[in-house]
């Protein structure tokens, strides 16, 4: 089979007629407005307002500098993706350029791992959304995370349009929390207003035990990177939504491009602030950070708000895995590699099957949540990130196996092209390898590792079986 771009048109039942609007089937709902906010949700979610907390518990003031050299890892990454996009703007993307530039194994692996790591990344925020709901009201964090599941669900299947709009507005009250966090600290280090008033001073950064004062010094900062990167997650979302875009090549390098101040103000700036009014030392594991702040400085009121915002972050990445997912699973259907019913789409273009059967899946959260209601968070993070990072890496290498075929005069040059081309592609993989090895040797993620060869063998096995059904099957044959 042929690669699914942009251009084709097929509808939802495969008669190949043209749907309205859309590459793909899909409609092209998604305006500029929506994707500039996608892509600033996509930086801004649990791994922050929740994460954060446990990172600086280890590394103190020194996870600042992770965030900052992650960021800069992550720009690299995002300059890497559009590159491919503007070389070929299709939706499914990280699957599809994988079946180009490595292979059609490559390609079948990166869509079901990317898949796979959205499900979980649903039953991690959807498990801290439940956690938040605890700072309200007493009630079984299992609740709330069946309710969330069921109507964040519903509210995708109705059409890309809403998923939109409420991820620009989930995006927006992001924005403006850290952003009014921000002045809020800035007031408080300059006028002295609050509780925190007469302690807040830049010199936290480095007086209570030093920048990096962990336990074990820049060796706490390095164990750091693997929930810092969990942090970054999402942020290639823009790339799932490609076919939905209504001028991709236009608005999606404008939305890679906002990556470094993104990160410099939501991340970098935001932990500034907020180590310097409270100091490291009273923050703890499983506490947002940003609530913690408010309440520290006695706002009570702001850390209310605050816990909602989180709150919102949190519902916000799992609607984007409602999002995305369905997506996934219908290009692996197009492509031969994934059951044929999950090419249907509604009449509003959105992937019924596929979303529901991930939907069905996330709601193993609700157990995790029933059963392990104070660890739950921790459980499924560490799984998160390497499936995460399997796409990040798969982005790294193509961009490196297409560059060096448009250079040879072999494809035609991408109008966006990485800063600093293969080398900077290169210098990416070789930190997200550092953040494995991390990972390696942390008691409390290296379970991840262990699960990543039953995966890998159990997507072995799937493809083999499916090939044996259709041997001469495009899907399985490498690509010129």
Excluded at 172 to 190: D, E, H, N, R, Y
Excluded at 255 to 282: C, D, H, K, Q
Excluded at 323 to 329: D, E, F, K, Q, V
Excluded at 408 to 416: D, K, N
Aim: proline letters at 4%.
């Amino acid at each position: 089979m042929t690669s699914v771009r942009v251009d084709q048109q097929h509808d939802g039942h495969g008669t190949g007629d043209p749907a309205p609007g859309g590459g793909e089937g899909y409609h092209r709902a998604l305006g500029a407005r929506q994707i500039q906010m996608i892509a600033i949700g996509g930086a801004i979610g649990t791994g922050l307002f929740l994460g954060a907390g446990k990172g600086i518990s280890k590394a103190g003031p020194s996870l600042i500098l992770a965030y900052a050299l992650a960021g800069l890892v992550i720009f690299l990454i995002m300059r890497a993706l559009g590159e491919l996009l503007m070389y070929r703007p299709v939706s499914g993307s990280f699957s599809e350029y994988a079946r180009e530039f490595i292979g059609p194994f490559a390609g079948f692996a990166t869509g079901w791992t990317y898949w796979l790591f959205w499900v979980v990344t649903g039953i991690t925020e959807v498990t801290a959304a439940a956690t938040y709901m605890t700072y309200w009201w007493d009630i079984p964090q299992w609740i709330s995370a069946l309710v969330f599941t069921v109507i964040l669900y519903a509210a995708n299947l109705i059409s890309v349009k809403l998923f939109g709009e409420l991820e620009f507005w989930f995006s927006m009250v992001k924005v403006t929390a850290i952003v009014g966090m921000i002045l809020i600290c800035a007031g408080i280090l300059t006028i002295g207003f609050s509780d925190a008033g007469d302690t807040a001073s830049l010199t936290h950064l480095w007086d209570l035990g030093g920048f990096f004062a962990g336990e074990h010094g820049m060796v706490s900062t390095l164990m750091t990177l693997q929930m810092v990167m969990f942090a970054f997650l999402a942020v290639e979302l823009v790339g799932v939504t490609a076919g939905e875009s209504k001028d991709p090549e236009t608005v999606l390098p404008k939305a890679i491009n906002t990556v470094p101040w993104r990160i410099a103000v939501f991340y970098v700036g935001a932990l500034i602030m907020i180590l310097s009014v409270v100091p490291w030392t009273e923050f703890q594991p499983g506490v947002s950070p940003f609530v913690a702040a408010f309440e520290k400085m006695g706002l009570g009121v702001g850390a209310a708000i605050v816990n909602f915002v989180v709150l919102t972050a949190a519902l916000s990445s799992c609607n984007s895995g409602m999002y995305s997912t369905g997506r996934m699973l219908r290009d692996l259907a197009l492509n031969g590699q994934g059951p044929k019913l999950f090419t249907r789409l509604t009449k509003s273009g959105t992937p019924l099957v596929g979303t529901t059967f991930s939907a069905a899946l996330m709601t193993v959260g609700v157990w995790i949540n029933y059963q392990w209601p104070g660890e739950a968070f921790d459980y499924v993070v560490s799984f998160a990130t390497i499936s995460g990072m399997w796409a990040w890496i798969m982005i790294l290498v193509c961009q490196i196996r297409y560059r060096r075929k448009a250079d040879r005069g072999l494809l035609p040059q991408s109008p966006f092209k990485t800063p600093g081309g293969i080398w900077s592609s290169g210098f990416a993989l070789a930190f997200l390898g550092l953040v494995l090895t991390t990972m390696a040797m942390d008691e409390d993620n290296r379970v991840a590792l262990y699960g990543a060869p039953v995966w890998g063998l159990l997507l072995a096995v799937s493809y083999l079986v499916l090939k044996s059904r259709d041997p001469e099957g495009a899907a399985f044959a490498k690509r010129p």
